[in-house]
């Protein structure tokens, strides 16, 4: 009889192989690991929670609780799959209370990592320990510790050459890890919890702190004291949030955290209801900051349907969408009131004036004819320029002690309307006298009128549309041009030709007076450091000024009307979310992309005939002009053919 053994097709994979599998679903990288066992933590009744790491956990990821602990006799069953304490029947699943119920993580992380599990029950006089080797286990054996567990794990993926070549540099994997640290600990402000890295503690986090406490700790201190409370119960949900002004937004939204009964989720009806509550609050491209907290029946949702237990199943998602809107959008429309007139107010204050007498005079100045309580109502456009009228005849015909040259819009003159200008600018206080800084040679942004000669302008073949849109006559037709995307590109491709050619130095920049600092996490630290040569090409200056703060020292006078702060926020965290080391290129296309678009003309911006005629000029002089740096068309052609077909009049 032949031997058919050799024929056979389908095999039953041993344990560890299945354990190894499950580990590419649940354990993608140290972060990973991270999660499962702080929420193991989390589900043991801990209150202190300590987590040690070192090189970005790819070497030791080290977790210290004092929770219940597990006996002697369980430790070896907590590394068997599919082994938990969570849940016992099927009912269980439909109302999952823990963090964590599939049994599968412990499991996970022994067959692909070397593993000591320590822990000590409160009824125990001693501890015991097992030590896991990538699936080959130990015995169990007395050991030394106090209640609670510690486990440690190393050498993640050791034995999987294929799996760890994939991990990325230890501060891309140290802020992986972060952030889901950062997401457990604004979960459950009640545990004390402490990260460090590399022996260096980085947070080190009080039980029983707010939730505002800790995101000022966490996420930004700028945020934190930007924060809008909201509480509101409904239909059995229970929505509290913390949420900033639309004055504080960001280029991502990754600053948006969204808990459901403790657990961190995404849900694009959530993520929707978000965008919709800031809908006419935001400038496009910019994305609110929140800190959701639900609460609702555990019956009333589905979180087993995805290993990473981050996407939930409601029952009914409608009902979370308008309750979470309906909270979030109420109070926004009221702040939004609170906030333009607070706005009108601090316009006041913000006058320079040559002392008491000046400041008074100023203030008398902007309430003539209508009276302060009017102005603050009309039309933001209209009162900004009866500011900049009123202070500039005031600063203009005072006596002494009222400058003449003062920096900003003070100086500015109206070219054809609310167009470009180019402010006089004080004497630098590093420069001999007479020489200005107003050095027009390195300012990319349309000349001023009254800085060119008067020649008689050809005859006009272009429109301004709704002060955004050019309307341009061309051969064979004609073409629509976006204002801004075509100055964000001329504005790039003129910076980009200065950083390429060696022979020049930096652009012209202007020391602060007072410089102004921004929050760095350390998981971005790495990615500033390596950008500073760049920046500093670019007249971008910035130092160390704290343990989490930098502060910008210098900054281009191409960029004086953006806030160099914000400028710098912006560029680190557009640059921390590609989630990669970025190269040069990478670093100059970030910095290029961030300045043109802050440098550019904007969008209803009303521009003079001149200007418009030199904005196209230097569009023929530019390359790649169809398109912005971040790849939007700037100019959209139609030809004479195009219009003969709407007219229908093809076939005459």
């Known amino acids: 009889m032949a031997d058919n053994t050799t024929s056979r097709r389908i095999h039953i994979l041993d344990k560890n192989m299945v354990n190894m599998i499950a580990a590419g679903e649940v354990i993608e990288r140290p972060a990973s690991v991270v999660k499962e066992l702080l929420e193991n933590s989390i589900d043991a009744s801990a209150d202190r929670v300590h987590l040690h790491i070192e090189d970005g956990g790819k070497k030791l990821i080290q977790i210290t609780d004092n929770g219940t602990g597990i006996s002697a006799e369980d430790i070896p069953d907590a590394f068997e799959p599919h082994a938990t304490s969570k849940i016992r029947t099927v009912e269980d699943l439909t109302s999952i209370r823990s963090m964590g119920f599939r049994g599968e993580?412990?499991?996970?992380i022994g067959s692909i990592a070397s593993v000591k599990l320590t822990s000590r029950t409160k009824d125990s006089i001693q501890a015991n320990s097992i030590n896991i080797d990538c699936g080959e286990k130990g015995e169990v054996v007395p050991d030394s510790s106090d209640y609670g567990t510690t486990i440690e794990v190393r050498n993640i993926f050791y034995k999987l050459p294929a799996r760890r070549k994939f991990l990325r540099t230890a501060n891309t994997e140290m802020g992986h890890i972060s952030e889901q640290f950062t997401r457990l600990a604004l979960a459950n402000p009640q545990l004390e919890m402490?990260?460090?890295?590399?022996?260096?503690?980085?947070?080190?986090?009080?039980?029983?702190?707010?939730?505002?406490?800790?995101?000022?700790?966490?996420?930004?201190?700028?945020?934190?004291?930007?924060?809008?409370?909201?509480?509101?119960?409904?239909?059995?949900?229970?929505?509290?949030?913390?949420?900033?002004?639309?004055?504080?937004?960001?280029?991502?939204?990754?600053?948006?955290?969204?808990?459901?009964?403790?657990?961190?989720?995404?849900?694009?009806?959530?993520?929707?209801?978000?965008?919709?509550?800031?809908?006419?609050?935001?400038?496009?491209?910019k994305h609110p900051v929140t800190f959701i907290f639900l609460e609702m029946p555990y019956e009333s949702y589905d979180v087993n349907v995805h290993?990473?237990?981050?996407?939930?199943?409601?029952?009914n998602p409608n009902l979370v969408h308008s309750q979470v809107l309906a909270s979030l959008r109420e109070k926004l429309l009221n702040v939004k009131t609170e906030v333009q007139g607070s706005i009108s107010s601090a316009e006041f204050d913000r006058f320079p004036s040559g002392g008491e007498s000046g400041k008074s005079n100023a203030g008398a100045a902007f309430q003539t004819s209508e009276g302060l309580d009017e102005a603050m109502n009309r039309n933001s456009s209209e009162y900004a320029e009866r500011i900049r009228e009123s202070m500039q005849n005031f600063f203009e015909n005072s006596g002494?002690?009222?400058?003449?040259?003062?920096?900003?819009?003070?100086?500015q003159r109206p070219s054809g309307g609310a167009g470009i200008q180019s402010p006089r600018r004080p004497f630098a206080p590093d420069e001999p006298s007479g020489r200005r800084f107003e050095r027009a040679a390195e300012d990319f942004s349309l000349p001023p009128i009254e800085n060119r000669p008067e020649t008689e302008l050809p005859l006009k073949k272009w429109l301004q549309v709704h002060n955004?849109?050019?309307?341009?006559?061309?051969?064979?037709?004609?073409?629509?041009?976006?204002?801004?995307?075509?100055?964000?590109?001329?504005?790039?491709?003129?910076?980009?030709?200065?950083?390429?050619?060696?022979?020049?130095g930096a652009l012209e920049s202007q020391k602060l007076l007072i410089p102004e600092t921004f929050e760095v996490r350390e998981k971005d630290r790495e990615i500033l450091e390596s950008s500073i040569e760049l920046l500093e090409k670019l007249g971008i200056h910035i130092e160390p000024f704290g343990p989490e703060t930098w502060a910008v020292q210098s900054f281009p006078t191409l960029l004086r009307k953006a806030s160099p702060s914000e400028f710098m926020s912006d560029f680190v965290e557009r640059l921390s979310d590609t989630q990669i080391q970025p190269g040069r290129e990478e670093l100059v296309h970030c910095v290029l992309d961030t300045a043109s678009c802050k440098a550019a003309i904007k969008a209803g911006q009303k521009l003079g005939d001149e200007e418009i005629q030199h904005l196209l000029e230097e569009a023929e002089q530019t390359e790649r002009s169809s398109r912005c740096p971040h790849g939007r068309p700037s100019r959209i052609r139609f030809s004479i053919k195009d219009l003969e077909k709407q007219f229908k009049r093809t076939g005459f």
């Open 194 to 285: 402490k990260l460090s890295h590399n022996r260096r503690v980085l947070h080190n986090l009080p039980k029983g702190q707010s939730i505002e406490q800790r995101i000022g700790e966490l996420i930004s201190k700028e945020i934190r004291d930007n924060l809008i409370s909201i509480e509101n119960q409904e239909r059995g949900i229970m929505v509290r949030a913390q949420i900033c002004t639309p004055s504080i937004s960001r280029g991502t939204n990754k600053f948006q955290y969204t808990f459901l009964n403790g657990r961190y989720i995404r849900d694009k009806f959530i993520s929707h209801a978000i965008k919709e509550a800031y809908r006419g609050l935001l400038e496009p491209g």
């Open 105 to 108: 993580a412990l499991a996970s």
């Open 400 to 411: 002494s002690g009222a400058r003449k040259d003062l920096p900003g819009f003070w100086n």
């Open 468 to 504: 955004s849109y050019i309307l341009n006559e061309t051969e064979d037709g004609f073409e629509i041009i976006d204002q801004h995307a075509l100055h964000e590109r001329i504005i790039y491709e003129k910076m980009y030709a200065r950083i390429k050619d060696q022979s020049t």
């Open 307 to 315: 290993p990473t237990k981050t996407e939930i199943r409601f029952d």
